[in-house]
């Protein structure tokens, strides 16, 4: 009974993230190969927030013990090889894991091919797990977290503090960037701009 909860639950949440996703039109292709070429800044907005969201409610459980960290190792194979490969995918497809099944939902037909080379990915990976984790593996740095920085400070103040600054840059980022102008809603801005690019 206890697989099928998580199941709902599963279920329950990924219907939110689908839906916040659509709302918010990061799952766009458009969106996402704009914030690579810093065209668009709504996909670093809702990551900001996500991450500020996300550290606000870890603060309140680790605060209240009803959570434990269980950070993983830092390697810096991973981020740099790993993190290239997969944003050199999102800047091509104009999607990544997390976007492409919302953008099936919605009726993007490219997204099917972004499904069908993950799966390739995947595949390749697998039968040649040996040979590229010792690439990835490389400069294991062992389990440590930002918090380790600052010993004399609680997580769970660490992460408010944390989520206060990302949301101070949060902010700056859209008075920088308003959203209307990623919408394409504030014409007058956009023209000005231009005027003003012309003169100069």
């Given amino acids: 009974m206890e697989i099928f909860w998580l199941v709902i639950l599963g279920l329950t949440?990924?219907?939110?993230?689908?839906?916040?996703?659509?709302?918010s039109r990061v799952m766009e292709p458009g969106v996402l190969i704009g914030q690579f070429l810093f065209k668009d800044?709504?996909?670093?907005?809702?990551?900001?927030?996500?991450?500020a969201t996300g550290l606000v409610?870890?603060?309140?459980?680790?605060?209240?013990?009803?959570?434990?960290?269980?950070?993983?190792?830092?390697?810096?194979?991973?981020?740099?090889?790993g993190g290239t490969i997969l944003g050199a995918g999102?800047?091509?497809?104009?999607?990544?894991?997390g976007t492409v099944f919302a953008q099936i939902g919605r009726g993007?037909?490219?997204?099917?091919?972004?499904?069908?080379?993950?799966i390739m990915g995947a595949a390749f990976y697998g039968y040649n797990k040996s040979l590229i984790d010792g690439v990835?593996?490389?400069?294991?740095?062992?389990k440590i977290t930002y918090a380790d920085l600052f010993p004399s400070l609680p997580f769970w103040m660490l992460g408010l503090?944390?989520?206060?600054?990302?949301?101070?840059?949060?902010?700056?980022?859209?008075?920088?960037?308003?959203?209307?102008?990623?919408?394409g809603m504030d014409q007058n801005n956009?023209?000005?701009?231009?005027?003003?690019?012309a003169h100069a």
């Fill in 13 to 23: 949440m990924g219907i939110i993230f689908g839906v916040a996703l659509e709302k």
């Fill in 41 to 51: 800044y709504t996909m670093l907005k809702m990551f900001l927030a996500a991450t």
């Fill in 57 to 81: 409610v870890l603060s309140g459980l680790t605060a209240l013990g009803l959570a434990e960290l269980h950070p993983k190792s830092f390697v810096v194979g991973n981020i740099i090889v």
């Fill in 90 to 97: 999102i800047a091509i497809a104009g999607a990544c894991p």
């Fill in 108 to 118: 993007y037909k490219d997204a099917w091919l972004t499904i069908i080379g993950g």
């Fill in 136 to 142: 990835l593996d490389m400069g294991s740095l062992g």
């Fill in 161 to 183: 503090i944390t989520a206060a600054a990302l949301v101070v840059v949060m902010i700056a980022l859209e008075m920088y960037r308003p959203w209307k102008v990623d919408r």
């Fill in 190 to 197: 956009d023209a000005s701009a231009s005027s003003n690019a």
